[in-house]
């Protein structure tokens, strides 16, 4: 087989053969004109022909005028002898056919042979594109390399406790010697919980630029999306090269892609990737230098395995930024663009806006400026694409207004019956409450009561305003369901320690009578909240606290 060491070669051998061809046609060229018996006599009279030769079936006869042919048998040749020398045909025409065929085969052999190597090529070029896809995504070994962080503490606004618990880390990747040699035992693995957008990835950066290590940035999901087995080796070979360039950070974004509590429906593949990473972690020496930083948004959902001491057993939570850390990130985000405003009161007008809803605010007003042909942002470029930033595009763009007002009534009667019993809160949109949950290891039944009320409040309300029921509770009336099945069945808080039958449906009828009474002696607070809730689609707890204030 030739082994053709390019492409190129190739096309270039295709070249000369349809060059070669091309001259053999050209040469080979048939200008013969046949002609009859009369003209042939005329010819040999008049002298005309020079010379002849004789083909197998013809006689070509050569003239000053041109080539002629003639049917060999159609004349006498000895005659013809008479008159002009005579020779055989010198060309073979079967060779030159020969010649003709192979040069086609040639051709087709070079053609096929090209299609093949361009077939590998592209094969080869799928390959790159894939293995470039895979290590985009994080799987390949080459891609294992730390970046250097340029953030500091400084480019992070707000949330300095949060700051000042990571100052002990940086310290420790800073000095570790000094740390080893007191013998001092450091948290290997450190989780920061908090809800989407408030900085966590930022944080970790910080930390890295700070302590000026090298910062290995994985996130959980792309662990266990690849092949199976895949993810523990990617995490072997993470922590390696964690530890090749320690000191160093490992960070691990949505780590409970990986970290999810086991059990439930089964992942072969994520349960092996969290054991390596268990592992792993087990297997630091504490003077390994390495940090691993795990962020989440889903603490409860987080394998209590990796909770356990010398893992993550440091936990930092970051919270949604206050009014006056709203300001601080504002104006780090207004800083350099034309501005004329209080920042306070946007601050104000942000509440339960996360770092990057912030900047994104920020972002959105210029731009809403620049849409009105002015040079300054003001407050009003803020009011206006508030919404937009803040719902996004959720369901409740799609609300008529009569449905907003039917939804701002229910939200309200939920948002004024948490405030009154003290079921704690940060904010309670119109399509959203995010009631927090209580963080203590013994509730009471009152404390159960009350979430249940809360939850009914939305159903109570609409009764005595429309004397209807609308389907928006389907939620609300599945927790407080579940609130009422616990309490009878796991808790003794129904009519005895053993639940009976009509415990749920008691406790809620009890729940809902109460709300009832109570919505009924707040129809003042309860408009202002549900008139607040449907032009701003959105109250907080402390203004839920100065409507209550102002009336009692
Ligand atoms: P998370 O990891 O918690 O989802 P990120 O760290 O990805 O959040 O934050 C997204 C972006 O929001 C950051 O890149 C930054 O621009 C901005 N941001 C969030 N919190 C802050 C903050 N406290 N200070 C400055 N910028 C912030």
């Not at 051709?107 to 042979?113: D, E, K, P, R, Y």
């Not at 009832?516 to 689609?537: A, C, R, T, W």
Request: glycine share 6%; hydrophobic share 45%; with cysteine.
């Amino acid at each position: 087989m030739l082994n053709f060491k390019s492409k190129k070669l190739m096309v270039s051998l295709m070249a000369v053969s349809v060059v070669i061809l091309l001259v053999l046609v050209v040469l080979m060229r048939d200008d013969t004109k046949a002609i009859d018996y009369r003209l042939y006599q005329t010819l040999l009279e008049t002298k005309a022909i020079k010379k002849a030769v004789i083909d197998v079936d013809e006689v070509i006869l050569l003239t000053s005028e041109g080539k002629y042919s003639i049917v060999k048998d159609g004349i006498d040749i000895k005659e013809l002898l008479k008159y002009v020398p005579v020779e055989s045909v010198k060309e073979n025409p079967f060779l030159r056919d020969l010649v003709v065929i192979g040069l086609f085969f040639l051709m087709i052999f070079g053609l096929v042979l090209y299609g093949r190597k361009k077939r590998e090529a592209d094969l080869k070029k799928e390959q790159n594109d894939k293995y470039s896809a895979y290590a985009n995504a994080g799987f390949t070994q080459a891609i294992i390399k730390p970046t250097t962080s340029k953030y500091k503490f400084t480019d992070i606004a707000g949330i300095s406790e949060v700051k000042e618990e990571l100052q002990e880390i940086v310290d420790f990747l800073k000095n570790s010697a000094k740390y080893k040699k007191m013998g001092i035992t450091l948290p290997r693995g450190v989780l920061l919980v908090g809800p989407p957008g408030v900085g966590k990835t930022l944080i970790a950066k910080a930390v890295a630029g700070e302590a000026e290590v090298p910062f290995f940035y994985q996130s959980g999901a792309s662990f266990v999306q690849i092949y199976v087995g895949m993810g523990a080796k990617r995490v072997r070979e993470l922590f390696s090269h964690a530890k090749a360039n320690a000191p160093s950070i490992i960070f691990i974004d949505e780590i409970d892609a990986v970290g999810k509590a086991r059990g439930g429906m089964r992942n072969d593949e994520r349960e092996s990737t969290l054991n390596e990473l268990l592992t792993q972690m087990d297997g630091f020496e504490d003077s390994s230098g390495v940090i691993v930083i795990g962020a989440t948004n889903k603490m409860d959902v987080i394998d209590e395995a990796l909770l356990r001491s010398g893992r993550f057993d440091r936990r930092v939570f970051i919270p949604m930024p206050d009014i006056s850390d709203r300001v601080k990130i504002l104006s780090i985000y207004l800083k350099g663009k034309p501005f004329e405003g209080d920042v306070k009161n946007i601050a104000k007008m942000s509440v339960g806006f996360s770092g990057a809803a912030l900047a994104t605010l920020v972002n959105e007003a210029a731009i809403n400026a620049l849409r009105e042909n002015r040079e300054i942002i003001n407050e009003e470029d803020f009011v206006a694409v508030r919404q937009k930033v803040l719902l996004g595009k959720r369901k409740v763009l799609n609300f008529s207004d009569e449905e907003k007002k039917i939804q701002s009534l229910y939200q309200a009667a939920k948002a004024l019956c948490a405030y009154w019993f003290e079921i704690d809160f940060d904010k309670i949109t119109i399509i959203n409450d995010r009631l927090k949950d209580l963080d203590m290891e013994i509730e009471s039944k009152t404390q159960m009561f009350s979430k249940i009320k809360v939850y009914l409040a939305g159903i109570a309300i609409t009764k005595i305003r429309y004397n209807e029921t609308f389907s928006n509770s389907t939620e609300d009336l599945l927790r407080a369901r579940e609130i009422a099945k616990n309490m009878s069945e796991l808790y003794g808080m129904g009519r005895g320690l053993v639940p009976y039958p009509d415990d749920i449906a008691t406790i809620l009828d009890e729940a809902k009578d109460e709300v009832e009474k109570f919505l009924l002696g707040m129809s003042v607070p309860l408009e202002n909240v549900s008139k607040q809730l449907f032009e701003d689609e959105s109250i907080s707890k402390v203004q839920i606290k100065e409507i209550v204030d102002e009336i009692f």
